[in-house]
């Protein structure tokens, strides 16, 4: 009969118990990675599909992300090459534009109509219950230029508008008009900065790069690669290939 010193027993089991919860959360973090992917490639091709059938409602240009986590009800236009690169929630009836080479973080909501207060009720569903036609108060639609950066969090309410150019601090609440290439944070957001002087400013409103063709923005490279804040205006035209 072969006695067990239980405490070696116990220490030789430890390592072998590590490596099989290794191998467990290795195998764990590979099978959610792989639905992510899976699920992922489910929305393209939803969206995809999407885009041809109710294309009343979403339309996107070329090469254009927006996460997979999004929840879209107003209507969108989204021009090239804008990412979209957190869920967001885009809604309400009046029209959403946004431009060309748009960067945009994480918790976007857009809300493109507002609640009347002006009646007894301010809510939708006890006025359909009623059989009441209700409509949205509605400021026009909203706009956000081109390369225009927004933070995360960042909420944009009815008739905001957000020029070309414009950073949108993290965690702010858009309400009105925000200038071209100036930096507005807050609740709600106001311009603190210029990123550029204006000269500089109204050169690249004059240029508008994000409408040049892609083949176009490639061959500006060196155009791309320079810090525009001390630069000579002058010196812009000569950097540029057509």
């Not at 400021?139 to 390369?147: A, L, S």
């Given at each position: 009969m072969?006695?067990?010193?239980n405490?070696?027993?116990q220490?030789k089991l430890?390592?072998?118990?590590?490596?099989?919860h290794?191998g467990?959360?290795?195998v764990?973090?590979r099978?959610?990675?792989l639905f992510?992917?899976?699920r992922?490639?489910?929305?393209v091709?939803?969206?995809?599909l999407?885009?041809?059938?109710?294309?009343?409602k979403?339309?996107?240009?070329?090469?254009?992300f927006i996460h997979?986590?999004?929840d879209?009800s107003?209507?969108?236009?989204?021009?090239?090459?804008?990412?979209?690169?957190?869920p967001a929630?885009i809604?309400?009836?009046e029209?959403v534009?946004i431009g060309?080479y748009?960067?945009?973080?994480?918790?976007?909501?857009?809300i493109s109509?507002n609640?009347k207060?002006n009646y007894?009720?301010?809510?939708?569903?006890?006025?359909?219950?009623?059989?009441?036609?209700?409509a949205d108060?509605s400021?026009?639609?909203?706009?956000?230029?081109?390369?225009v950066?927004?933070?995360?969090?960042v909420?944009?309410l009815p008739?905001?508008?957000?020029?070309?150019?414009a950073?949108?601090?993290?965690?702010?609440?858009v309400?009105k008009t925000?200038p071209?290439f100036?930096?507005?944070?807050?609740?709600?957001?106001?311009p603190?900065?210029?990123?550029?002087?204006?000269?500089v400013?109204k050169k690249l409103l004059?240029i508008?790069?994000?409408d040049?063709p892609?083949n176009k923005?490639?061959?500006?490279?060196e155009?791309?690669?320079?810090e525009?804040n001390?630069?000579n205006?002058?010196k812009i035209?000569?950097?540029?290939k057509?």
């Open positions: 072969i006695k067990m010193d405490g070696s027993s220490h430890v390592p072998f118990l590590s490596w099989i290794f467990l959360f290795f764990k973090h099978a959610i990675h992510e992917r899976i992922f490639n489910m929305f091709a939803k969206t995809s999407k885009l041809r059938s109710t294309s009343k979403l339309h996107v240009g070329k090469d254009v997979d986590g999004s879209i107003a209507t969108l236009y989204v021009g090239d090459g804008t990412r979209i690169n957190g929630k809604k309400g009836h029209t534009r060309n748009c960067a945009i973080g994480d918790n976007l909501r857009i109509t609640h207060m007894a009720d301010v809510q939708t569903g006890l006025q359909e219950m009623l059989g009441i036609k209700w108060k400021k026009g639609p909203i706009e956000i230029g081109n390369n950066w927004i933070g995360d969090s909420t944009i008739g905001a508008k957000i020029s070309d150019g950073v949108i601090g993290a965690c702010s609440v309400t925000i071209p100036s930096v507005a944070v807050g609740i709600p957001a106001k603190i900065k210029k990123r550029f002087s204006e000269e400013i004059e508008r790069w994000w040049w892609l923005i490639k061959r500006n490279k155009f791309f690669e320079i525009l001390n630069i205006v002058n035209d000569g950097l540029i057509n």
